[in-house]
């Protein structure tokens, strides 16, 4: 799934084209990429049309739009996208044909590009929720953490919750109530770059260890967010279909075997949460297991 870059790249093409504009028409293609609205297709059209795109927002890995009728000062609901594995938010002129795995168009009354939902494993979808506090948080997103890049974002707070959670430090990293937007191909390079390994125990972990954890997210993201993102296929790119360039700069993600540009180690690779974990064992040593 995309990551916090990833999902930044898009948000910053959104807000460019659609904030704003007021949604004349929306046509919803496959059943399942509104699976997550209670009414379906026909509610999620009718609680769209007529709404003007407010403002695009982000919290971690979530997104979503802030919906305002003309007159309303602050939203009333919110436009909340799960791109899933394969969901792209496409701008595209009226008069370009039509994507074989669309699935919802926007048009607005303006006339201009179409916002459309692209999803060819359709895991993804579109949702229009309430919203909720003084943030004006779409409700299933209001549990989740700060991230590194948020300017409210409290590093000594999430420290302190990495070093309460018992666990190893990637599986807390990957905690989205904790801290939010890092995803495995981030955690791994964060990891590399703060020498821990992934699965140091959490309780073990001190300030200061935790602070330079913290930070190399923030600048790994940072470049990573410089790039484009990380797009491995075609499928995670921009609002104007184009992929980011980031893969080239991975460390230690997806180089099994290739040298760790630190050292010069073989990386290596291990089974971690149905996923893979990439380390390298020299910059990053297995902690050592403790004596009954």
Same mark, same amino acid.
């Given at each position: 799934?995309?990551?916090?870059?990833? +999902?930044? +790249?898009?948000?910053?093409g959104l807000a460019?084209?659609?904030?704003?504009?007021? +949604?004349?028409?929306?046509?919803?293609?496959?059943?399942? =990429?509104?699976?997550?609205?209670?009414?379906?297709?026909?509610?999620?059209?009718?609680?769209?049309?007529?709404?003007?795109?407010?403002?695009? %927002?982000?919290?971690? %890995?979530?997104?979503?739009?802030?919906?305002?009728?003309?007159?309303?000062?602050?939203?009333?609901?919110?436009?909340?996208?799960?791109?899933?594995?394969?969901?792209?938010?496409?701008?595209?002129?009226?008069?370009?044909?039509? #994507?074989?795995?669309?699935?919802?168009?926007?048009?607005?009354? @303006?006339?201009?590009?179409?916002?459309?939902?692209?999803?060819?494993?359709?895991? &993804?979808?579109?949702?229009v929720t309430d +919203?909720?506090?003084?943030?004006?948080?779409?409700?299933?997103?209001?549990?989740?953490?700060? @991230?590194?890049?948020?300017?409210?974002?409290?590093?000594?707070?999430?420290?302190?919750?990495?070093?309460?959670?018992?666990?190893?430090?990637?599986?807390?990293?990957?905690?989205?109530?904790?801290?939010? &937007?890092? &995803?495995?191909?981030?955690?791994?390079?964060?990891?590399?770059?703060?020498?821990?390994?992934? #699965?140091?125990?959490?309780?073990?972990?001190?300030?200061?260890?935790?602070?330079?954890?913290?930070? *190399?997210?923030?600048?790994?993201?940072?470049?990573?967010? *410089?790039?484009?993102?990380?797009?491995? @296929?075609?499928?995670?790119?921009?609002?104007?279909?184009? =992929?980011?360039?980031?893969?080239?700069?991975? *460390?230690?993600?997806?180089?099994?075997?290739?040298?760790?540009?630190?050292? &010069?180690?073989?990386?290596?690779?291990?089974?971690?949460?149905?996923? =893979?974990?990439?380390?390298?064992?020299?910059?990053q040593p297995r902690?050592?297991?403790?004596?009954?």
């Amino acid at each position: 799934m995309p990551e916090l870059p990833e +999902v930044e +790249v898009v948000r910053r093409g959104l807000a460019a084209h659609v904030t704003g504009r007021r +949604v004349r028409a929306v046509e919803v293609f496959h059943p399942r =990429s509104v699976r997550r609205q209670a009414g379906g297709a026909p509610e999620l059209v009718e609680r769209l049309t007529g709404q003007v795109l407010r403002a695009v %927002k982000r919290r971690g %890995k979530f997104l979503w739009v802030e919906l305002a009728s003309v007159d309303a000062e602050a939203p009333e609901a919110a436009l909340l996208a799960h791109l899933g594995m394969s969901g792209q938010l496409l701008v595209q002129p009226a008069e370009r044909d039509d #994507e074989k795995h669309l699935r919802i168009r926007l048009r607005f009354d @303006d006339a201009g590009p179409e916002l459309r939902f692209v999803d060819q494993r359709t895991f &993804g979808g579109l949702t229009v929720t309430d +919203v909720t506090g003084p943030d004006a948080l779409p409700v299933p997103v209001a549990h989740i953490g700060r @991230d590194p890049m948020d300017p409210a974002f409290d590093a000594e707070a999430a420290v302190g919750g990495l070093r309460r959670r018992r666990t190893g430090v990637k599986r807390a990293l990957l905690d989205q109530t904790l801290v939010s &937007g890092i &995803g495995n191909i981030y955690a791994d390079e964060s990891l590399w770059r703060a020498k821990l390994h992934y #699965e140091r125990p959490t309780a073990t972990l001190t300030r200061p260890e935790g602070r330079r954890l913290l930070v *190399a997210a923030r600048e790994v993201m940072d470049e990573a967010l *410089a790039a484009g993102g990380t797009s491995f @296929d075609a499928l995670y790119v921009d609002v104007h279909g184009d =992929s980011g360039y980031f893969d080239r700069a991975l *460390a230690v993600y997806g180089q099994e075997d290739r040298p760790c540009p630190r050292c &010069g180690t073989p990386v290596r690779r291990a089974p971690f949460m149905n996923r =893979s974990s990439y380390w390298c064992p020299t910059c990053q040593p297995r902690p050592r297991r403790r004596h009954a």
